[in-house]
């Protein structure tokens, strides 16, 4: 039943596209690391329900939400919040403009309205960098109401049909806080975590087809003992990240492997005992 409601909406947004939304369509080539996450995420999307994925950095939450805009071929509207995220960054602003010798005010308008005219993947990216006053202007876009009053026009505008939320959330890192319990009760929520095992190594393989095989058996055994001491407390999330990990691995094609995890890994958390325990970890597996 799920696979056919979600197929429904596949095939009605199976449509022409301008070239310019077409650069706006993610590449996909997310890995779940369950038989029911990528399903469930695409089946609150096909309902038109607000998500929210909570993970830590590097887990794959842009690349799941590029992979939903593929599998729809639905173009994607981004927002990176920060503490300097205002109502113009979201919703638009008006400029001057000088036609046929007369200057007028026109409004430019923003990921947010842009999204909800289009019927684009909304997709907001470290939703709780931003301030907490300045995101309840989307309440009524996020709610069963899915519409907006814009501040700086005075237009109704009600969402196309097949306007989409997409949120991504780090918890419990610098410079962020929690999320307003008015906005958070409008999403469906769903953790993404870090891929392990068979999943990564299939990962590895498709990232990396001709690289040389000690050097995958390297990054995939430190990729292992990093989750397993992460797990045990003794290193911070950020470690494990296989984002980092990726960047090791491109590093380590052209340099020493010990530098590549050093600059890519080590040399960005804080902690100097956390350092250290990352390059005993790799240099244990150096022949």
């Not at 919703?91 to 909800?116: R, Y």
């Not at 501040?151 to 929690?178: L, M, R």
Request: glycine share 6%.
């Amino acid at each position: 039943m799920i696979d056919v409601i979600v197929q429904e909406k596949q095939n009605r947004l199976s449509r022409t596209h301008s070239d310019e939304d077409k650069q706006l369509i993610g590449a996909g080539g997310y890995m779940s690391p369950n038989e029911h996450l990528l399903e469930d995420v695409l089946l609150a999307v096909t309902l038109k329900k607000p998500v929210l994925l909570k993970g830590p950095t590097g887990a794959g939450k842009t690349k799941l939400a590029e992979t939903i805009s593929a599998f729809f071929q639905q173009p994607v509207q981004s927002i990176n919040c920060s503490v300097d995220l205002d109502a113009e960054a979201l919703l638009g602003f008006k400029t001057i403009v000088l036609n046929e010798g007369l200057n007028s005010i026109e409004f430019v308008e923003g990921p947010v309205i842009e999204a909800m005219k289009k019927g684009h993947i909304l997709y907001i990216d470290e939703i709780n960098m931003a301030k907490s006053e300045t995101l309840p202007i989307l309440h009524s876009v996020l709610d069963y109401r899915r519409m907006l009053t814009n501040p700086f026009t005075g237009e109704v505008i009600k969402a196309h049909p097949d306007f989409s939320v997409i949120a991504a959330i780090n918890e419990g890192y610098i410079g962020t806080t929690p999320m307003n319990e008015a906005l958070k009760n409008r999403f469906v929520s769903y953790s993404i975590p870090y891929i392990s095992g068979e999943l990564l190594e299939k990962l590895w393989l498709n990232l990396f087809p001709s690289s040389p095989k000690e050097l995958h058996t390297l990054m995939l055994n430190l990729a292992e003992d990093l989750m397993n001491q992460v797990k045990q407390g003794l290193l911070s999330e950020e470690a494990a990240s296989i984002r980092s990990m990726q960047y090791a691995m491109e590093l380590a094609e052209y340099i020493d492997p010990m530098r590549a995890i050093t600059y890519a890994i080590a040399e960005k958390l804080e902690d100097d005992q956390e350092k250290k325990l990352v390059l005993e970890l790799a240099s244990s597996w150096i022949k």
